[in-house]
C-alpha cells in the first residue's frame, strides 16, 4: 500500500517568504507527527495530531510555526517569514496508535527538504 | 531534562557483529526503538523494546535494561546494504502534552568494509 508522502520534495524560498509543506500520511492512521532533521543528527519532534486535534505542539520553535489537520488526514505545516535558519529537512511520520503507547511504530515521509536563501 | 546518547560513528567488516549502544536518561519511559536510516531516505522502524531482555528479529536484535537507561542492537552476519545511520528513540509520556513523542539521539553511522 501506499507510505506516507509529503510535498513538495524541495523548497527553496527566499528569506521573509511563507511556506506550507504538505503531509499525506498512510490511511487510516490516527496520529500524524512533525519532525526537523538536520543533517547527521536525528529527527527532532515539532508537533503532533491526534486525529484532527493538535495535542501536543511543545517542539515547535517559535510562533512562525503552525500546523493544520483540519479533516484528521492530510496535514499542513507552515513557516511564516522564513528565516536562514529554518533551512532543514521537515519529516512527517504516521502511526496507526492513538498515542497512548504499544509498540505501533511511526512510518516516516521522504521528507521536505527546505532552503531558505 | 531528555538525553539520549549513542556512538556517533562505527565500523564493522562483512560477516562481523557489531553492536549500537544507547543510553538514555529521560523524566519518563514508555518504550525505546530503532531506527535505520540510509543516507537521503527517511528511517524504517527496526524493533521495539518496553520490558527489560533481549528482542530478536532475523539478524537484528534489540536489547534493554530500564534499570540502566541502556540498549543496544546487535546487527549478525553483517552485509554491506547494512551501511546506515541507527537510530535509537525513546518514547517519554512526559515530553510533551498529550502525546506519546519519540526523542531521538544523533544517531550512529555505521560503515561496512568488505
Known amino acids: 500500500g501506499a507510505g506516507v508522502s509529503q510535498s513538495p520534495r524541495y523548497k527553496v524560498t527566499k528569506r521573509g517568504q511563507d511556506v506550507a509543506l504538505r503531509c499525506d500520511p498512510i490511511?487510516?492512521?490516527?496520529?500524524l507527527y512533525w519532525y526537523r532533521q538536520a543533517l547527521g543528527q536525528g529527527p527532532e519532534f515539532l508537533t503532533y495530531?491526534?486525529?484532527?486535534?493538535?495535542?501536543?505542539k511543545s517542539g515547535l520553535p517559535n510562533d512562525r510555526f503552525s500546523a493544520e489537520r483540519p479533516e484528521g488526514s492530510i496535514s499542513t505545516l507552515t513557516i511564516q517569514r522564513t528565516e536562514q535558519r529554518d533551512s532543514a529537512m521537515y519529516r512527517c511520520?504516521?502511526?496507526?496508535?492513538?498515542?497512548?503507547?504499544?509498540?505501533?511504530?511511526?512510518?516516516f515521509g521522504p521528507g521536505t527538504r527546505l532552503t531558505v536563501l | 531534562g531528555q538525553n539520549i546518547d549513542q556512538p556517533t560513528e562505527m565500523t564493522a567488516t562483512e560477516g562481523a557483529i557489531v553492536q549500537i549502544n544507547c543510553t538514555y536518561q529521560?523524566?519518563?519511559?514508555?518504550?525505546l526503538f530503532w531506527y535505520q536510516q540510509h543516507a537521503g531516505e527517511a528511517p524504517t522502524f527496526l524493533s521495539y523494546?518496553?520490558?527489560?531482555g533481549l528482542e530478536e528479529k532475523g539478524r537484528f536484535s534489540s536489547f534493554l535494561s530500564r534499570s540502566k537507561g541502556y540498549s543496544y542492537l546487535l546487527l549478525k552476519e553483517l552485509q554491506m546494504k547494512d551501511s546506515a545511520s541507527y537510530l535509537c528513540?525513546?518514547?517519554?509520556?512526559?515530553?510533551?502534552?498529550?502525546?506519546?513523542?519519540?526523542?531521538f539521539g544523533k544517531g550512529t553511522k555505521l560503515s561496512v568494509i568488505p
Open positions: 511520520a504516521s502511526s496507526s496508535d492513538n498515542g497512548q503507547g504499544g509498540s505501533d511504530e511511526q512510518f
Open positions: 490511511s487510516g492512521h490516527v496520529s
Open positions: 523494546n518496553v520490558l527489560d
Open positions: 529521560t523524566s519518563g519511559f514508555n518504550g
Open positions: 528513540a525513546v518514547r517519554d509520556p512526559d515530553s510533551g502534552a498529550g502525546s506519546y513523542q519519540l526523542t
Open positions: 495530531f491526534n486525529y484532527e486535534a493538535q495535542q501536543d
